[in-house]
């Protein structure tokens, strides 16, 4: 089928605190409408059939509770697929957001998927209605291209979103098309969490999901790109991510992604929106992991000759590295029950640093969640202390087989490469109890190889 995402540079509010009128705020997300119409009537002439916009792309961010009630629409939660905004305007109060959204994807005849801010009013008899009488949401709409609501996702796990409540429960919200079956929808910060992302995707059996995200990037690690690609191979699953074009803010990283194969876009230096088209298979096979060219455990005689390890902070977790010295070799480090083994060859001695780390335990900065992750990084420079800091370019190509004893069967592989771009591994896999990594040339100078573990059950 043929998705598309667009990547937002979304016109904001000079002042989100401040209080405003319903009708200024309808003007300012009309304007980032307006540009969501050009590009869905662009994605509609490629042959698109379904297109993603990006979270906070219509109002933005920044906002107090009370500053962003002007700006949310009336989405009604239940009975999905009765109501079609665009030819029913006048069934609920508010809904001019939804009803622009509703009219594009009937107009163009395509399925749209695109983030806004909703109310829903609660009971003072409700114990977890808020003080101000009503709930408030990140909310992400599904419509199909007669223009009908079809599902609606309130986002779960928000991040520093003070504006917005967490649904009472997780929403598991899925869509029906008729060209590539059911789609997952959730946003954002979710997709690193077991609900309901996970969840999600196992209840349903998904093989589809569309993502807006508003994500800024943080190397070596989680940049958006990268960790996209990484969940679309650990799931077996394609992701149409579209993510917000801010670069000043660290924001951009947008993508359709299948296991074996990405089509992105990430860029921290020019302005403006991004359009991405693509076709892509609509079932993904069961991508077979080839688990004959496992490696051998780490002989004796290379554990002796191991270089000294050291601590460094990278994305405020306390890593231990041992450094990547020579042209070949063989290393491993522990920490907690987790060790990571590493075998390496580089094409040539560049003179840059690498590093093997190892992290086992709870992360507690933005976010809480248990983390399991053995880690090849380029250092920014040639000190130890360099080591878990953001690099953007390398020269480095180098072949290696990355494997570690693993706790939890979620595992994040991660293969970045100079300037911010995406490589696959040759093979990558269980094997005993083992998950292992392995590529033969980066495509260009290796940035990050890693195993990213989530252990959900220890958050």
């Not at 460094?312 to 063989?330: C, H, I, L, Q, S």
């Amino acid at each position: 089928y043929v998705a598309a995402v667009y990547e937002h540079e979304s016109i904001l509010s000079p002042t989100p605190a401040a209080p405003v009128e319903r009708r200024s705020a309808l003007e300012l997300m009309g304007r980032n409408l307006d540009v969501y119409e050009q590009q869905v009537l662009a994605a509609a002439r490629q042959g698109a059939q379904i297109i993603v916009f990006p979270e906070d792309g219509i109002h933005g961010f920044n906002f107090t509770r009370s500053s962003i009630y002007p700006y949310l629409d009336f989405v009604p939660h239940s009975h999905p697929g009765k109501w079609n905004p665009c030819r029913e305007p006048y069934l609920f109060n508010d809904t001019e957001v939804v009803q622009r959204l509703s009219c594009m994807a009937l107009k163009n005849k395509i399925f749209l998927v695109a983030n806004l801010g909703t109310k829903q009013p609660c009971e003072r008899a409700d114990p977890r209605c808020p003080s101000d009488g009503r709930y408030q949401f990140n909310t992400d709409v599904a419509l199909a291209a007669d223009g009908t609501l079809l599902a609606t996702y309130r986002k779960h796990n928000l991040y520093f979103e003070y504006a917005f409540d967490t649904p009472p429960e997780p929403d598991y919200a899925l869509f029906d098309t008729p060209f590539a079956g059911k789609f997952g929808m959730f946003t954002c910060f979710d997709i690193l969490f077991f609900e309901p992302a996970v969840n999600l995707i196992r209840q349903y059996n998904l093989k589809q999901i569309v993502y807006p995200t508003a994500w800024m990037n943080q190397l070596p690690l989680l940049s958006a790109v990268e960790f996209q690609q990484a969940f679309a191979t650990a799931f077996n699953v394609n992701i149409l991510a579209a993510n917000i074009h801010h670069p000043t803010l660290g924001m951009t990283g947008s993508g359709i992604y299948t296991p074996v194969k990405s089509f992105i876009y990430h860029d921290m230096e020019s302005y403006g929106g991004k359009l991405i088209v693509a076709e892509i298979p609509v079932v993904t096979t069961d991508y077979k992991t080839d688990l004959e060219k496992t490696p051998g455990r780490v002989s004796e005689k290379g554990k002796e000759q191991s270089p000294p390890s050291f601590y460094a902070e990278m994305m405020y977790d306390n890593y231990t590295f041992v450094p990547v010295w020579g042209e070949k070799g063989e290393l491993q480090v522990c920490a907690n029950t987790l060790c990571c083994y590493l075998n390496y060859r580089r094409a040539a001695l560049t003179d840059e640093l690498y590093a093997l780390g190892v992290f086992d335990g709870l992360h507690t900065v933005h976010g809480t969640y248990y983390v399991q992750a053995c880690a090849l990084v380029k250092c920014g420079g040639l000190s130890f202390s360099t080591c878990g800091q953001e690099v953007t370019d390398a020269t480095a190509l180098i072949d290696f087989q990355l494997w570690g004893n693993m706790s939890t069967p979620y595992i994040f592989p991660l293969l970045l490469t100079s300037g911010i771009t995406l490589d696959f591994a040759d093979h990558m896999g269980w094997k005993n109890n083992y998950y292992f990594l392995s590529k033969n040339r980066t495509s260009s100078g290796l940035l990050t190889a890693a195993l990213y573990g989530r252990w959900y059950e220890k958050d």
